[in-house]
């Protein structure tokens, strides 16, 4: 695994924990040799992953839109910044320049974000891992709804196995290089 995009709040939180994993997690890229791709911003978590992994010595790759440059405050300090037009150029990018997504503690854009790779997953799009680092617990009631949509036969179970969530930053990054795809027909029944 040679990049991983991480989709997380410009905000911090309101719990010392979102911040500290964030940083965790980009220091934990770095020492692995897993360069980061992120939004390219210098402000909440996005901006605590990115300074962490540059901090331990990590390649970082920013992608950001011109009209989000100072509403998220570009980071200027990065190995890579690409200024794109839309959110949907964004994603693309983040998309094609990664090996895997994780989604951190964040907002509808970090939720937005994560759902359209995992969607592409489920579609067979990508076989590109999906993930969510469950910092104190943050997308317990994401995960009750994503079991809700299967309950409800909205979602074939199989896909459940298209996504990994972990609670501690390390056994992620183990689960994510060594995670292997495996390709579930959208139409299957239960």
Known sequence: MKAIA????????????????????????????????????QVGCMGAVANACLSAGGRVIGVIPEKLKRVEIAHQNLSELHVVKTMHERKALMAELADGFVALPGGAGTLEEWFEVFTWSQLD???????????????????????????QGFMNEAYKELYLVEQEVDVLIDNLINYEHKTISKWTTN
């Open 6 to 41: 991480v989709f997380c709040g410009s905000s911090v939180g309101n719990k010392p924990g979102y911040l500290q994993q964030a940083e965790r997690f980009g220091e934990r890229l770095a020492e692995k040799g897993i360069t980061l791709v992120y939004g390219g911003a």
């Open 125 to 151: 799009y990508h076989n590109k891992p999906c993930s969510f680092l469950n910092v104190d617990n943050f997308f317990d009631p994401l995960l009750r709804m994503l079991d809700h949509t299967i309950e």
